[in-house]
């Protein structure tokens, strides 16, 4: 009995106890908010990263001259006879170089000379099929089936926003900037309706023919300081089907708005077009260069309907024969995923030294107090306690230590964490210095996740800490010659 | 313990007793014999004083009498049972039930109020369900205790905020908290001044022959041995004369 009781006295009278508990507070509440954001950090990426890849990716490495290479629907009818497939939609991906229309060549040459401007002004060109007029006439057809007395199909319509998250990023650009003064996100941009991208933009006045339309990344277009209606020009390379030489070909683009998917790398070198016009730029060199798919449920049984995708298409002659011909989005972007999943686990390493340094104080505290409460260690012991009675009594202040500390670092960490966004504004704003500059990173707020799991073992470990490294004053306590300190005053 | 006859019976069993017990300390190089062969009985009911100058090994004689220090040779027999083959635990136990201890320093715990150092020895010999469950009955008892040696007010004071006889008042009622059957006592005057040690002494032989306690009483006063009923002198670490 008088162990709780004594070891709780002990810490309420002597206040130097309650530094261990807040040491304890202090790397709870840190690894966990810590840990959330990263938790966070990593999801949201996979998110962004995601959405904007779709969740597999086929590249045909087909021979030239193989009829599937100049048809996307083999491929199609394949992937979409698949149960796991929810979706798969034709893609074409060729490189370019912006320039803008007017000033012709300039800006182009000074990209090559600049190596940092070059790296922007090089665009990723991604053909892509929209058929939401047909998607929007299906209602209409299918009544007329039904009318006519046959059973309707289902809609067999499946395009890019079926397969991909573009249309989220399109409506995403019609978003208006963040609330405060640090954080103001330029002027939004977005297309006319999300749903007809390349329709001309309203208010475009063209002088001649009228010039096909683009869909930029945000801070591409941004960056260019480029209007909606802006006319641009892009400059690619073909092989020459005959002689198989590259020949450069130009064409000029009129800009319908923008698109912001939230992973920088797209937002700032993407560009979408109709499948059909890019591929006519190429010269008809290929009409698609990929079939993004989206599956049911990538997490469950991505891996699985990878491998039998591949299977499949290599069985019935649609595919190169090369193993990397059907991928993942995470193996697109394995460096970063792994870099950030790195980054999490050293953080983790990193902030239990601070429970390590809290462990020490409980240490030292302790070590003190043993010194400091010898006579009362020998009274106990006339009274009829027992060494292990001493040891326990001087372990139960670690443990309150450990367990009020933790629990208390574990509601502040949660608040922390939940609250993570508002509080980095807060300080942002009063500091006039920009914590975390959101314009870096794929999102506009900081995210955190916290994973349930992940606190108990952070409490739990805390606990332990606290209890490990009380063990060897609370030994020396209970080895302790009490006589010694009961003899002389 | 309640059924054991307490009373003054020199020709029976004695209840605590020392043979031939010899303490030697080592100091560096030399050892040190402080006690060189010392018997001694303490008979039910009895009350000794223990005299001799400073440095004749009472206080060592009475803390390996009291089972906190093991003698380096010779034994103790609580009960006619040697102690020193018991275990750790058996012996804390003891301690707990069977042995009052009181202090020349008194010796409270300084973090505790007056009635939680009196309630201590419960404390520690009882699990927390037994405790709980005694809790009040406990309390009262702590409360009669500490009243019946005038500390009825003053029962919530720190030790920092007694004055000294004060203190020794509540280090007795600790002590007998327990209603141990043995009460050993080192020097519990010492440090008080004579008015306030009168007192004090009053208040402990009306417990001894109100209880009936076996008592062992260290001094070098010799008034004070004098109101004992017999007087074990030392000198050099031995007995030297036991005069009734």
């Known amino acids: 009995m008088f162990r709780s009781f004594l070891s709780l006295r002990y810490l309420l009278r002597r206040r130097t106890n309650l530094i261990g508990m807040v040491g304890v507070f202090v790397a709870v509440a840190a690894l966990i908010m810590i840990l959330s954001i990263m938790t966070g950090f990593l999801r949201q990426t996979r998110d962004v990263l995601r959405g904007s890849l779709s969740d597999i990716v086929i590249l045909p490495a087909l021979p030239p001259g193989h009829p599937s290479r100049g048809d996307p629907r083999p491929i199609l009818a394949a992937v979409r006879a698949h149960p796991g497939a929810r979706a798969a939609t034709a893609q074409l991906v060729w490189g370019g170089i912006l320039t803008q229309s007017g000033s012709r060549m300039d800006p182009t040459a000074d990209c090559l000379a600049d190596p940092l401007r070059g790296s922007l002004l090089a665009v990723r060109l991604v053909g892509i099929d929209v058929r939401s007029a047909e998607r929007l006439a299906w209602p209409g057809v299918a009544a007329a089936i039904l009318a006519a007395g046959g059973a309707p199909p289902p809609p067999a319509v499946q395009d890019e926003f079926d397969a991909t998250a573009l249309l989220a990023a399109l409506l995403r650009a019609e978003e208006s900037g963040e609330d405060s003064v640090l954080h103001a996100r330029p002027r939004p941009v977005p297309v006319a309706n999300a749903l007809f991208p390349f329709a001309s933009p309203p208010g475009y006045r063209p002088s001649g023919r009228p010039l096909p339309a683009v869909v930029l990344g945000e801070q591409l277009f941004h960056y260019l300081g480029l209007s909606r209606n802006a006319e641009i020009e892009i400059v690619t390379a073909v092989p020459d089907p005959a002689t198989g030489e590259w020949v450069p070909n130009n064409r000029r683009f009129v800009v319908a708005g923008t698109f912001r998917t939230r992973d920088n790398e797209i937002d700032l070198s993407g560009m979408y077009l109709d499948r059909g016009e890019l591929a006519d730029f190429l010269g008809g060199y290929r009409p698609y260069t990929q079939v993004v798919v989206r599956l049911d449920d990538y997490e469950a049984d991505g891996e699985r309907v990878e491998q039998e995708l591949l299977a499949n298409l290599t069985d019935r002659g649609l595919l190169g024969g090369r193993q990397d011909e059907v991928r993942t989005w995470e193996q697109f972007r394995a460096n970063l995923l792994a870099a950030i999943e790195n980054e999490r686990v050293l953080m983790g390493i990193m902030l239990s030294l601070v429970l390590v340094v809290a462990g020490f104080s409980i240490f030292a505290i302790l070590s003190m107090m043993v010194i400091e409460k010898r006579r009362d260690i020998g009274i106990l012991c006339a009274l009829g306690a027992t060494p292990a009675g001493v040891m326990q009594t001087f372990l139960m202040i670690a443990f309150w230590d450990g367990l009020v500390g933790s629990i208390l670092g574990a509601g502040a960490g949660i608040w922390l964490a939940v609250k993570i966004d508002p509080i980095e504004r807060w300080l942002s704003d009063t500091l006039g210095y920009q914590i975390f500059d959101r314009s870096v990173y794929v999102f506009d707020h900081i995210p955190s996740v916290i994973d349930p799991l992940a606190v108990l073992a952070i409490v739990a470990g805390a606990f332990l800490c606290s209890l490990l490294f009380a063990a060897v004053p609370a030994w020396r306590a209970a080895r302790l010659e009490p006589l010694e300190a009961l003899r002389y005053e | ?244």
């Open chain 2, 1 to 244: 313990m309640s059924s054991r006859p307490r009373t003054a019976d020199p020709g029976g069993r004695p209840i605590l007793a020392a043979r031939d017990v010899r303490k030697a300390f080592a100091m560096g190089e030399r050892t040190l014999e402080i006690l060189h062969g010392v018997d001694l009985d303490l008979f039910p009911g009895e009350l000794v004083a223990l005299v001799g100058a400073s440095g004749a090994g009472k206080s060592t004689l009475l803390h390996i009498l009291g089972l906190l220090d093991r003698p380096s040779a010779g034994t103790v027999l609580l009960d006619g049972a040697d102690v020193w083959n018991h275990s750790t635990v058996r012996r804390a136990a003891l301690r707990n039930r069977e042995i009052g201890f009181v202090f020349q320093f008194y010796h409270l715990l300084p973090e505790l109020s007056a009635l939680e150092n009196v309630l201590l020895p419960a404390m520690i010999g009882e699990s927390r369900l037994v405790f709980r469950s005694r809790r009040r009955v406990h309390r009262t008892r702590a409360r009669e205790l500490l009243g019946r040696f005038g500390m009825g007010d003053r029962l919530h004071h720190r030790p920092s905020q007694l004055s000294g006889g004060e203190r020794q008042r509540v280090a007795m009622a600790r002590a007998l908290f327990n209603d141990p059957a043995i009460l050993l006592a080192d020097e519990p005057t010492g440090n008080l001044d004579r008015a306030t040690g009168e007192k004090v002494l009053d208040l402990l032989f009306e417990e001894q022959r109100h209880r009936r306690l076996s008592m062992i009483l260290v001094t070098h006063d010799e008034r004070i041995a004098r109101r004992c009923g017999r007087s074990i002198v030392m000198e050099d670490g031995q007995v030297q004369a036991a005069a009734r």
